[in-house]
DNA sequence: GCTTGTTAAAATGTCAGACATTTAATAGAC
DNA sequence: GTCTATTAAATGTCTGACATTTTAACAAGC
């Protein structure tokens, strides 16, 4: 595969790591397949090596490529993405064509998880947490009316479930809000955002928000998993 | 705090980073102080600006460090660390006085999740699957006796759950086998390794492969939970 | 013919020095 | 005193040359 098909960019080595990084995420090079050379991709964007081995440094750090002095760089397989690392969560964030099987792993992720976390922000949540999570609530309830704040809306759908993690007051755990994020904003254009699904999406986030306000762990765990139940009808994963 | 207190390196980025790394993991230096500054980095080692910089880069990919154009570099609190970085893993394996409140962290984590993920291992474990939790486990009681092996009983042992986490077959929990290390390798270190203690490690994890191989869920999330118990006698969490 | 050693080409990695940019502190004008 | 230039110090960037590693081609020798 070829540079000709990817947009223009302009300024800084992030914004074209973030441009090659997303032709990565969305097969536009097969794994196995040998990267362009440094030099080729200069030209082509205009940009110096300098740039160009900044954004690669980054793409394989995220496990994206692989980089050999004398060989090239190749396209690593999916298995070998570093699926945490909070760039490639960035990158993930806005992306329409993500690949589903990608999406199905994170939402699986997700639903084996998510209760668990819960179960722990119940046990573990301080005064601090809980005005998060309040203030997160909040904000999904005054946007889930109008269309035009859909942006808005799925920002503190991410807030509320980045809470929760940050509530378990688990340094590992909490890392791994970072996640959420492309979950979440995949919704933004998977679902049909009907007033009825979004009125039950909020009342069954209450839900999860009451049970940890009420340390009550095995409620947490359940309103989770209704959450997520909900969230895999929005994302086509189940009928 | 200065670079006079580290060991001397020798050759390559990578071990530089690896050195600077680990005196921030042990508290080197303090959250907010000021890192020093390239120039006087390579300096002291004897190296490039170019491997300063590359490890530097390294560094603050990991969330150990910010560097700002013109203020400087500055040391971040463990709460930003990305944990899940695999860099990080490879850096904290090996370090004798990691600290407790990370120990602690990351076998909190282990004991929430790897119930879970046991559980889906036992959905959805493959043959190719059983037999790499089979391989591991061999080698664990190979290696169970002999002193001198214990490092090589340590890599069976790491290699155990790796397999477990691999056989959720999700793209996710797999990335997070890479977290095993360091907490495994810990406890060569913090163990008495007494015959009988090694005996019962044995067979609680013997009871997860059973579990996994006979497709019973539950089973194998309390024979997980079992192991983990097993574990923080071992690391001196709880007696 | 098969192996082995040599050479050449191509890619990434490294170096060195100049320059750019950002930030913070400092001195000066009003 | 407050605002504004100026300066200093740090990281960021560019450029061109050179180093190293890998692969492939090719020739020499048995």
Redesign the interface.
Known sequence: MTLDALPPHQGGAEQLARLLAQALLTGHWQPGDTFPRELDIGKHFAVSRNQVRNAL??LS?A?LLERTAGRGTLVRE??D???????MSEWMTGLVNLDPQ?VR??Y??RF??EP??A??AAQAAEAEDLERLERAFAGMENTAGSVDARDEHAEYDVAFHDATYRASH???????GH?LRPSIMALIHGSQHRTDTLDDSLARHRQVLDAIRNRDVSAAETAAREVLRRTAIDLGIVS
């Open positions: 440094t980054s750090a496990g999916m298995g993405w570093h699926l945490l690392d909070p760039l990608l792993a994170i699986a992720f084996s998880a668990v976390v179960g722990l688990n340094l590992v755990w909490r890392q791994m996640l």
